[in-house]
Each structure stands twice: as C-alpha cells, then as structure tokens.
C-alpha cells in the first residue's frame, strides 16, 4: 500500500465579515480610536500619533510602519540612585514571572518599559484587542508590586 504524503493545512476560520478583523491591510488610527470609544476605554493621541490608552496606566499603541503589528508600551521611572545591578534584577525577574510582555530597563535614562506586540499579520477582532490592552495593561503595577516596588519612583 502507497501512502500519501501529508498535505497538512493551516485552517484559519474565517469570519462573517472581513470587516470584522483589524489586518495590517485595513488598520487605521481612526478605526482603532473608533473600537475604543465603542469599549468605553479612555484615549487621545500624542503629537507623535499614537494612541494613549488610560487603563489604570499610560499605555502607548503605537502602529509599527510596516502595519504588521501594534506595539503597547508602558513606561515607569526608577529611582534616580537606583543601581544598574539592582535595575537589571528587576527586569530579570519580571521577564521570568511574566510571559505576555516584555521588560527592558533603559540603561540611560533610569526608564522601565514594559512592551507587548499584537501581531496583526492574520488579523485580530477589536473585542480580542481591547481585551489584549486590558490584559497588558494590569501587568505592569502588579509586576513592579512583586519585583521592583522599591526601585520606582
């Protein structure tokens, strides 16, 4: 018997309408701001153009040039007599306990960044982004409480 070989698919279910989906193809700043204000949660633009979001923290959407994705940040400022060792500590433990976002401590200007990517290469529905901000959103304070609540100002 002669076997086949394996023609495996990747099955992406498709929605009801495309319109449904935020893709790098159809994202806009004004179609963003647009499902915000339908979720009810708080932004304005920066001189920069990107989007802030006030979800219990000062969350930057900024739009990649590419359109491939949407990166949220959050800055915090350790204290200025903060030691590097101490700084990079922090961010070590925070990367470990904390999957879903990324912590860099800025070695110059005494900055911690948290920074998660939402991938818009296959799209994503507005109730999965807004969700996805939330979720970003109630890392950082709950990271600094457990790894660095000392270190910031």
């Known amino acids: 018997m002669q076997s086949r070989p394996s023609q495996r698919r990747h ?3 498709k ?3 495309e319109e449904q989906l935020i893709t790098s193809e159809n994202v806009t700043v004004e179609m963003l701001q647009s499902f915000f204000e ?3 949660l708080e932004h304005s633009l920066d001189s920069d153009g990107d989007i802030i979001l006030s979800e219990g ?3 930057f959407l900024s739009l990649r040039a590419d359109k491939l994705a949407l990166q949220l940040t959050v800055f915090f400022f350790f204290k200025p007599d903060c030691a590097l060792a101490d700084r ?3 961010v070590n433990a925070i990367n470990f306990n904390y999957n879903s976002c990324k912590a860099i401590a800025h070695p110059e200007r005494n900055d911690l960044i948290f920074v998660h990517e939402v991938s818009l290469r296959w799209g994503i529905t507005p109730k ?3 969700q996805t901000i939330r979720s970003f959103c109630s890392i950082p304070r709950e990271a600094i409480r457990d790894h660095a609540n000392l270190l910031i100002d």
Do not use: G, I
Request: glycine fraction near 0%; charge should be neutral; proline fraction near 11%.
């Open 128 to 130: 999965a982004l807004v």
């Open 38 to 40: 339908a979720a009810f």
């Open 57 to 59: 923290v000062r969350c």
């Open 15 to 17: 929605p009801e309408s």
């Open 88 to 90: 990079l500590a922090a």
């Open 11 to 13: 099955f992406v279910p």
